[in-house]
């Protein structure tokens, strides 16, 4: 069981490559994800495709805190979309999808889409 | 008579009071059952002659009351250019010049007054002139232009006024006046004698107690007609002013005169209508004269035997006849003659009875010589009701205080708290009663602003709108302003002006706590004054304060989380995740050389070319991971970054001025390149541009910009606050005919004024607005120093010059910013390939699948206004 779960993560860089409270974006299985980091170095990931601007740009928004909820703004139009759960703050009908991550010895990895 | 005949009215005169009394008449619905005919004298309709100083900024038609020339009322007739000569009361007709007659049914006079030209021999001399029309203004234009000094006789209101024009025209000015002290009418000995050291500190001269004795021609008329022509009239032009009791005369090419006013009576005298003792057509509290048919009102008219010289007075006179001659029983009782003006930059106001000539009263007097300060209060002798008073140099508690005269409320335990230095003008805890008129140009109590933000009005600018309270001499702005908040708070509303949910602070204030701090990092801001972790409100807000302040770069690590969507890659985003590059061009100038480069690079690495609406170039279409190789290219061929990303400089678009127009009077070009390079790169609340123009004719649509400069004779025109965008506006005149070193001084202070106090995306325009006095209080800061800032906003600009590096070339040095710009931190070797293009008109343009970004497709539910300006989002 471990087993499988380890070989459907795939490392995508060091922790320090991602500062604090900014994105990344990796291939994962030919798809853009969005990697961010918090200031309390929890990791997240999300589709990197802003699903109003349709365009692969979530990864270069600015991260911040709304109420307790970490998000992302798209650099595009700006719309919030929370880290933990992809929904948009300003409307819970559209959300992008999220991935499962790790940080395993200083490596993030990221796993498969959540459903 | 049938009985549907309509009746006539013949106006006499189109100044401001028969333009109201005009506009009365329709609104009222006389010209339902009249006709209404109107004979002005002067070339054009009525306009704004209480606005006539700034002729010489706005031009005839931004003060033109009727710009088209005609009323929209058909049943109303306007004659310009077309003088009454008499009236036979009898047949109840009037005569033009020209010999026509017409028949009226009721004649209104509204001949205004004319100014009074004593009768000093010299008088009649070539520039000599009267304040009054803007021909007069023409006029004096034209004669400053190779004047060297001038002198205005008389020292009170308008005098002053005029003084102020000549002193801009850039003529050396004098003002001599009869009295012991300036403004005798308006203000007291102590506040005259703080006026004139006001004045003086300007560079004006002011010769109070000496009477004119006559006017000297040049040197010119006394050889060829020996002092006097045959009719014994004095020729050419003015050379000096003799002084009574004083040996030398004063030297000057010309003189106004500004000793005061005399109603324009002489067709009512001629008529044989009473007048008043000291002038005007006498009238009764409906403002009819001694004949059932004729009425007065304005400056010409004198009700109960007193006439006026405001134009509030005049408003009501007009009101009160256009009432009558529906069968109203309105009446004139009497007006406040009440004033605030701002005379050369120095505030000036009187009030109730300002000389305390009430029996017993007591006066209560602050003065301030360093600061040029002095109020007076006068008091009823039991200390419980406020008179009148005076201010000088400080009369921001005006608004407070005319209405607490007018009201007669009881004053407060302290009444001195209301004119120490630290009053705001607020006035404290003081409430005013609802019927206290606040506005006296418009009428406007406390109670009708209150009304008028229970019918919705959510801002003192919407107030305004609907009320028009502050909208004329706008003396009563503040106190207004101040009424609408106090009264929001009754209500438990709040203006919330807190910077987002992380931040309880305005900009402003953040910016002072930033710079007291001494903070470096966000994240010490936070700690100290926020709560959470920040948002794309806040962060790039501090990031702008952060850049302003240290000038550091805005890649550098500890604050590159901060920055925007462009700020962060130094580059445009597109709509398809890709970026646009812009290169500076200064002042739109470029070489063959220069195009040759930009060309090449968009060859190569396939990008779109466009001209800009700023001057330059752009090139689309560059992915993330080129945006390095591309300056690369451009720093090497000395491109700097043009900031196009940035909340800060972007061009200073020029004209190609006096190089090579034929019209041209300045090197507007250089000054542009100079300007551009000096304020390049310096981050503001929001994007600045500006513009140099080579003449008026404004080419560079300088005037659109948050800065424009326009080319004089004598040096440049400094305008602030234009616009364009969503809400366009007009750059206002900062300063006139400055040297390139002033102009510099003005704008190192107003951009960094700017840079301090405004709000988070607020452009120069709306900044100016919503500061209490708007740009008079920018002209006072920028150019009069009041605040004694002005070095100290200089040296920030110094530390921004001096501190200057291009951040394009910085980064290319530095690998750790370089690493950033990757497409995938896992696979930098493949290029997106959400990224695709499509070609139009043999370039690249982005291939986004589902059409425009913003129009958010049906199935996500997406509520995205389509086509809104999207404020927040901006670049
Ligand atoms: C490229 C350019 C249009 C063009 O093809 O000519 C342009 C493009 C954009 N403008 Fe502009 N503006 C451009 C000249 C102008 C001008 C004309 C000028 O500068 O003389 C104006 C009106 C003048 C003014 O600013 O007062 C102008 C008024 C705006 C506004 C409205 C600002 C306002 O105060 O209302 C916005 C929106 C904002 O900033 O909030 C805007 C925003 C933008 C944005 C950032 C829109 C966006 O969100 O993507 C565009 C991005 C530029 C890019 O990707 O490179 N752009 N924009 C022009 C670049 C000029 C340059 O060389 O830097
Ligand atoms: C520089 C300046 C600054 C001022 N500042 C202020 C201020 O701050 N506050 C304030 O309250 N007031 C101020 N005033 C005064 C204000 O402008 C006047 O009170 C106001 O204009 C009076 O309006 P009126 O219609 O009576 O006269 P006017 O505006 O002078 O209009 C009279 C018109 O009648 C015309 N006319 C005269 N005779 C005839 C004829 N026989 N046939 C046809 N037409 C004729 C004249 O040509 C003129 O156009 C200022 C005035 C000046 C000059
Ligand atoms: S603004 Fe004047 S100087 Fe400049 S191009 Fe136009 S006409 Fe020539
Ligand atoms: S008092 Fe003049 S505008 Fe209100």
Same mark, same amino acid.
Not at chain 1, 2 to 9: K, L
Not at chain 2, 458 to 469: C, F, G, P
């Given at each position: 069981?471990?087993?499988?779960?380890?070989?459907?993560?795939?490392?995508?860089?060091?922790l320090?490559?991602?500062?604090?409270?900014?994105?990344?974006?990796?291939?994962v299985?030919?798809?853009?994800?969005?990697?961010?980091?918090?200031?309390?170095?929890?990791?997240?990931?999300?589709?990197?495709?802003?699903?109003?601007?349709?365009?692969?740009?979530l990864?270069?928004?600015?991260?911040g805190?709304?109420?307790?909820v970490?998000f992302?703004?798209?650099?595009?139009?700006?719309q919030?979309?929370?880290?933990?759960?992809?929904?948009?703050?300003?409307?819970?009908?559209?959300?992008?999808?999220?991935?499962?991550?790790?940080?395993?010895?200083?490596?993030?990895?990221?796993?498969?889409?959540?459903? | 008579?049938?009985?549907?005949? *309509?009746?006539?009215?013949?106006?006499?005169? #189109?100044?401001?009071?028969?333009?109201r009394?005009?506009t009365?008449?329709?609104?009222?619905?006389?010209t339902?059952t009249?006709?209404?005919?109107?004979?002005?004298?002067?070339?054009?309709?009525?306009?704004?002659?209480?606005?006539? /100083?700034?002729?010489?900024?706005?031009?005839?038609?931004?003060?033109?009351?009727?710009?088209?020339?005609?009323?929209?009322?058909?049943?109303?007739?306007?004659?310009?250019?077309? $003088?009454?000569?008499?009236?036979?009361?009898?047949?109840?007709?009037?005569?033009?010049?020209?010999?026509?007659?017409?028949?009226?049914?009721?004649?209104?006079?509204?001949?205004?007054?004319?100014?009074f030209?004593?009768?000093?021999?010299? !008088?009649?001399?070539?520039?000599?002139?009267?304040?009054?029309?803007?021909?007069d203004?023409?006029?004096?234009?034209?004669?400053?232009?190779?004047?060297?000094?001038?002198?205005?006789?008389?020292?009170?209101?308008?005098?002053?006024?005029?003084?102020?024009a000549?002193?801009?025209?850039?003529?050396?000015?004098?003002?001599?006046?009869l009295?012991?002290?300036l403004?005798?009418?308006?203000?007291?000995?102590?506040?005259?004698?703080?006026?004139k050291?006001?004045?003086?500190?300007l560079?004006l001269?002011?010769?109070?107690g000496?009477?004119?004795?006559?006017?000297?021609p040049d040197?010119?008329?006394?050889?060829?007609?020996?002092?006097?022509?045959?009719?014994?009239?004095?020729?050419?032009?003015?050379?000096?002013?003799?002084?009574?009791?004083?040996?030398?005369?004063?030297?000057?090419?010309?003189?106004?005169?500004?000793?005061?006013?005399?109603?324009?009576?002489?067709?009512?005298?001629?008529?044989?209508?009473?007048?008043?003792?000291?002038?005007?057509? +006498?009238?009764?509290e409906? &403002?009819?004269?001694?004949?059932?048919?004729?009425?007065?009102?304005g400056?010409?008219?004198?009700?109960?035997?007193k006439?006026?010289?405001?134009?509030?007075?005049?408003?009501?006179?007009?009101?009160?006849?256009?009432?009558?001659?529906?069968?109203?029983?309105?009446?004139?009782?009497?007006?406040?003659?009440s004033?605030k003006?701002?005379? +050369?930059g120095?505030?000036?106001?009187?009030?109730?009875?300002?000389?305390?000539?009430?029996?017993?009263?007591?006066?209560?007097?602050?003065?301030?010589?360093?600061?040029?300060?002095? @109020?007076?209060?006068?008091?009823?002798?039991?200390?419980?009701?406020?008179?009148?008073?005076?201010?000088?140099?400080?009369? =921001?508690a005006?608004?407070?205080?005319?209405?607490?005269?007018?009201?007669?409320?009881?004053?407060?335990?302290?009444?001195?708290?209301?004119?120490l230095?630290?009053?705001?003008?607020?006035?404290?805890?003081?409430? +005013?009663?609802?019927?206290?008129?606040? &506005?006296?140009?418009?009428?406007?109590?406390?109670?009708d602003?209150?009304?008028?933000?229970?019918?919705?009005?959510?801002?003192?600018?919407?107030?305004?709108?609907?009320?028009?309270?502050g909208?004329t &001499?706008?003396?009563c702005?503040v106190?207004?302003?101040?009424?609408?908040e106090?009264y929001?708070?009754?209500?438990?509303? /709040?203006?919330?002006?807190?910077?987002?949910? #992380?931040?309880?602070?305005?900009?402003?204030?953040?910016?002072?706590?930033?710079?007291?701090?001494?903070?470096?990092?966000?994240?010490?801001?936070?700690?100290?004054?926020?709560?959470?972790?920040?948002?794309?409100?806040?962060?790039?807000?501090?990031a702008?304060?952060?850049?302003?302040?240290?000038?550091? #770069?805005?890649?550098?690590?500890?604050?590159?989380?901060?920055?925007?969507?462009?700020?962060?890659?130094l580059?445009?985003?597109q709509?398809?995740?890709?970026?646009?590059?812009?290169?500076?061009?200064?002042?739109?100038?470029?070489?063959?050389?220069?195009l040759?480069?930009i060309?090449?690079?968009?060859?190569?690495?396939?990008?779109? /070319? @466009?001209?800009?609406?700023?001057?330059?170039?752009?090139?689309?279409?560059?992915?993330?991971?080129?945006?390095?190789?591309?300056w690369?290219?451009?720093?090497?061929?000395?491109?700097?970054?043009?900031?196009?990303?940035?909340?800060?400089? *972007?061009?200073?678009?020029?004209?190609?001025?006096?190089?090579?127009?034929?019209?041209?009077?300045?090197d =507007?070009?250089?000054? !542009?390149?100079?300007?551009? /390079?000096?304020?390049?790169? +310096?981050?503001?609340p929001?994007?600045?541009?500006?513009?140099?123009?080579?003449?008026?004719?404004?080419?560079?649509?300088?005037?659109?910009?948050?800065?424009?400069?326009i080319?004089?004779?004598?040096g440049?025109?400094?305008?602030?606050?234009?616009?364009?965008?969503?809400?366009?506006?007009?750059?206002?005149?900062?300063?006139?005919?400055?040297?390139?070193?002033?102009?510099?001084r003005?704008?190192?202070?107003?951009?960094?004024?700017?840079?301090?106090?405004?709000?988070?995306?607020?452009r $120069?325009?709306?900044?100016?607005?919503?500061?209490?006095g708007?740009?008079?209080?920018?002209?006072?800061?920028?150019?009069?120093?009041?605040?004694?800032?002005?070095?100290?906003?200089?040296?920030?600009?110094?530390? #921004?010059?001096?501190?200057?590096?291009?951040?394009?070339?910085?980064?290319?040095?530095?690998?750790?910013?370089?690493?950033?710009?990757?497409?995938?931190?896992?696979?930098?070797?493949?290029p997106?390939?959400?990224?695709?293009?499509?070609?139009?008109?043999?370039?690249?343009?982005?291939?986004?699948?589902?059409?425009?970004?913003?129009?958010?497709?049906?199935?996500?539910?997406?509520?995205?206004?389509?086509?809104?300006p999207?404020?927040?989002?901006?670049?």
């Open positions: 069981m471990t087993q499988t779960q380890t070989q459907t993560y795939i490392s995508v860089c060091r320090d490559d991602i500062d604090p409270e900014t994105g990344i974006a990796a291939l299985r030919g798809e853009a994800v969005a990697v961010f980091r918090t200031l309390d170095d929890r990791v997240f990931a999300l589709s990197n495709f802003d699903p109003y601007g349709h365009a692969s740009v990864a270069r928004g600015i991260v805190t709304r109420g307790e970490p992302v703004a798209s650099p595009l139009l700006k919030p979309f929370a880290l933990e759960t992809g929904l948009c703050l300003d409307d819970p009908s559209v959300s992008v999808p999220t991935y499962e991550v790790e940080v395993v010895d200083g490596e993030v990895r990221i796993g498969a889409q959540r459903a | 008579m049938s009985p549907h005949l *309509r009746k006539k009215v013949v106006v006499v005169g #189109h100044g401001m009071v028969g333009h009394f005009v009365a008449a329709i609104e009222r619905g006389l339902e009249h006709d209404i005919v109107v004979f002005g004298e002067e070339p054009r309709p009525a306009y704004d002659r209480v606005a006539l /100083t700034s002729f010489f900024e706005v031009g005839a038609e931004a003060l033109s009351f009727l710009p088209s020339g005609a009323y929209e009322d058909p049943r109303v007739t306007l004659r310009t250019g077309t $003088t009454v000569v008499e009236i036979d009361a009898a047949a109840q007709t009037v005569m033009l010049a020209d010999g026509e007659e017409m028949a009226y049914d009721e004649l209104v006079l509204a001949t205004g007054a004319a100014p030209v004593p009768p000093v021999p010299g !008088a009649e001399l070539g520039n000599v002139f009267v304040y009054r029309t803007i021909e203004l023409e006029a004096i234009r034209e004669a400053a232009k190779t004047a060297k000094a001038g002198a205005v006789i008389g020292g009170g209101l308008l005098g002053l006024e005029a003084a102020n000549l002193h801009q025209l850039g003529v050396e000015t004098h003002v001599v006046e009295a012991p002290r403004m005798a009418v308006q203000v007291d000995d102590a506040g005259g004698a703080t006026l050291r006001h004045i003086e500190k560079g001269t002011v010769h109070t000496v009477m004119t004795e006559s006017i000297s040197a010119l008329a006394d050889i060829s007609v020996v002092d006097e022509d045959e009719s014994g009239v004095l020729d050419g032009n003015v050379s000096a002013l003799k002084f009574k009791d004083v040996e030398e005369p004063l030297a000057v090419d010309m003189v106004v005169f500004s000793a005061g006013i005399r109603p324009r009576d002489a067709l009512a005298r001629a008529a044989g209508l009473d007048l008043a003792e000291r002038g005007g057509v +006498l009238v009764d409906q &403002c009819r004269s001694s004949d059932p048919h004729v009425w007065a009102i400056e010409c008219a004198a009700p109960g035997g006439m006026y010289g405001l134009v509030a007075p005049g408003y009501d006179m007009a009101e009160v006849v256009a009432d009558a001659l529906l069968g109203g029983a309105g009446t004139f009782t009497g007006a406040d003659m004033t003006l701002k005379l +050369l120095v505030d000036v106001a009187s009030f109730g009875d300002a000389h305390g000539t009430t029996d017993e009263c007591l006066e209560l007097t602050y003065s301030d010589a360093v600061t040029g300060v002095y @109020k007076k209060l006068v008091i009823s002798e039991d200390g419980t009701r406020l008179l009148g008073g005076v201010l000088v140099g400080d009369a =921001s005006y608004g407070l205080l005319r209405p607490m005269v007018a009201s007669g409320m009881a004053l407060p335990e302290n009444p001195e708290e209301l004119i230095p630290q009053s705001t003008g607020g006035g404290g805890g003081i409430q +005013l009663p609802p019927e206290a008129q606040i &506005c006296s140009c418009n009428n406007v109590t406390r109670g602003i209150e009304a008028a933000v229970d019918n919705g009005c959510e801002s003192a600018a919407e107030v305004t709108k609907t009320t028009k309270a909208s &001499c706008g003396s702005k106190q207004v302003k101040k009424i609408v106090d929001f708070t009754a209500q438990g509303k /709040t203006v919330d002006t807190s910077l987002c949910e #992380h931040f309880s602070m305005t900009r402003a204030e953040l910016f002072d706590v930033v710079l007291i701090h001494g903070y470096k990092t966000f994240d010490q801001i936070i700690e100290a004054h926020g709560t959470g972790r920040g948002c794309d409100l806040c962060k790039p807000a501090v702008s304060i952060l850049a302003s302040q240290l000038n550091g #770069h805005v890649l550098a690590k500890e604050n590159r989380k901060l920055q925007d969507t462009n700020d962060a890659y580059a445009n985003l709509k398809n995740g890709s970026y646009s590059v812009v290169p500076r061009i200064p002042g739109g100038e470029i070489t063959p050389e220069g040759i480069v060309g090449e690079v968009a060859k190569e690495f396939g990008l779109y /070319t @466009k001209i800009t609406g700023g001057q330059r170039i752009d090139m689309f279409g560059a992915r993330m991971e080129d945006l390095p190789a591309i690369k290219r451009l720093v090497d061929a000395g491109f700097e970054s043009g900031h196009a990303y940035g909340k800060s400089l *972007r061009t200073v678009k020029s004209c190609v001025g006096s190089t090579w127009c034929r019209y041209g009077v300045q =507007s070009v250089g000054l !542009a390149i100079m300007l551009e /390079t000096r304020y390049r790169g +310096l981050r503001s929001h994007k600045l541009k500006g513009g140099v123009s080579g003449c008026a004719r404004e080419c560079a649509e300088a005037r659109g910009k948050d800065f424009g400069v080319a004089t004779e004598k440049w025109n400094l305008y602030v606050g234009g616009n364009g965008g969503a809400i366009p506006a007009h750059a206002q005149l900062l300063a006139g005919d400055l040297t390139t070193e002033e102009l510099v003005y704008l190192d202070r107003f951009l960094m004024y700017y840079v301090r106090t405004a709000d988070r995306l607020q $120069t325009s709306t900044w100016i607005d919503s500061l209490d708007g740009l008079d209080r920018v002209r006072e800061v920028v150019v009069d120093d009041v605040l004694g800032l002005g070095t100290e906003l200089e040296a920030a600009m110094a530390r #921004h010059t001096e501190t200057y590096f291009d951040e394009w070339k910085a980064t290319l040095e530095d690998p750790e910013k370089l690493r950033r710009f990757v497409s995938f931190v896992n696979a930098p070797e493949i997106d390939p959400n990224i695709s293009f499509g070609s139009t008109r043999g370039q690249i343009v982005p291939d986004v699948a589902d059409g425009p970004a913003v129009v958010g497709p049906v199935g996500l539910g997406a509520t995205i206004p389509v086509g809104a999207n404020l927040e989002e901006s670049r």
